[in-house]
């Protein structure tokens, strides 16, 4: 009884001043590291990873282009659903100075990489509505002035096809009518991105453009608008991101914890030149995992 009762004691015994202290440095360090992060993500990463993979999406669908496999509607050649992130269009906006690799689908990681065609969507050039989505603030935010569009501004699309040529024919918010329905044959291209605070948006904006040259020829569709996933629509989160954003929690605060432990044997200085590059790196993967979890447009 006795010894049970000793052991109940030690268990139940108060956590040092010194240990509480360092306990609570070490998490305001976990906490501090990822606003770093975060912010460090958005305004210089983010635009990095974009141009990279802007880079990368030109040259490959440049070679597609040149030996005419470049996609031309929904599924491959051997009846498979295009993969997400896959080159399918180039647009280009030249009152904006936007020129850039339009890539399969609409979720938030897609969009870290470039805007995005809603799959359930036409084609650029072709008959019917085409929808392309793009961020406003990080990875570039490359749509974030499009809500400076006018009526009469152009906007140019390639694709495997063709170059197509749309003109703008007005700018639409959350509550303004909606554009006309299209005749037989006609197309029309639709941009969407976030509007309102740059990274705190709370609306969305639309550009509607008409295409004026002739439209190209359009497969038979083969994805609805209810087979998407909810990850596909704006202003929606991946929710697949979890996994590996708390993977990447863990690996931020295990590295906190190794500074800690290093500075006890090394010393302060020791400790941190060799873990502040580790604490970054697990920052920034951490930081880069929350932005597929935040809305896609933002």
Not at 162 to 168: A, I, M, P, Q
Not at 227 to 251: I, Q, Y
């Amino acid at each position: 009884m006795t010894t049970t009762a000793h052991r109940l004691d030690v268990a139940l015994a108060p956590v040092p001043p010194s240990e509480r202290s360092r306990l609570l440095g070490t998490t305001l360090a976990i906490v501090a590291a990822l606003a770093v992060g975060v912010v460090v993500n958005a305004v210089l990463l983010s635009p990095l990873h974009h141009a990279r993979d802007q880079r990368l999406a030109y040259a490959s669908f440049r070679y597609d282009l040149a030996n005419g496999t470049a996609p031309v509607g929904q599924v491959t050649p051997s009846d498979e659903l295009l993969a997400l992130g896959t080159p399918v269009a180039i647009v280009q906006i030249p009152r904006l100075g936007v020129d850039e690799v339009v890539l399969e689908g609409t979720t938030s990681s897609v969009l870290k990489s470039g805007p995005g065609h809603r799959r359930d969507t036409v084609l650029p050039g072709q008959a019917g509505p085409s929808v392309v989505m793009g961020r406003a603030a990080a990875y570039g935010g490359v749509f974030g002035s499009i809500a400076a569009l006018r009526a009469g501004d152009t906007v140019l699309t390639t694709t495997g096809q063709g170059t197509s040529t749309y003109v703008v024919s007005g700018v639409r918010r959350p509550g303004d009518p909606l554009p006309d329905p299209l005749a037989s044959g006609d197309g029309r291209l639709t941009l969407v991105s976030a509007s309102g605070s740059r990274w705190a948006p709370d609306s969305l904006v639309r550009v509607d453009a008409e295409l004026v040259t002739p439209s190209l020829p359009t497969p038979v569709g083969v994805l609805a608008r209810t087979v998407l996933g909810d990850d596909e629509a704006a202003f929606a989160g991946e929710r697949s991101a979890w996994p590996t954003f708390l993977l990447a929690l863990v690996a931020l605060a295990g590295a906190a914890v190794l500074v800690v432990v290093m500075r006890r044997w090394w010393g302060r200085w020791q400790a941190w030149v060799v873990g502040l590059p580790l604490v970054g790196v697990c920052a920034a993967m951490a930081a880069g995992e929350l932005f597929s979890l935040l809305p896609n447009l933002v």
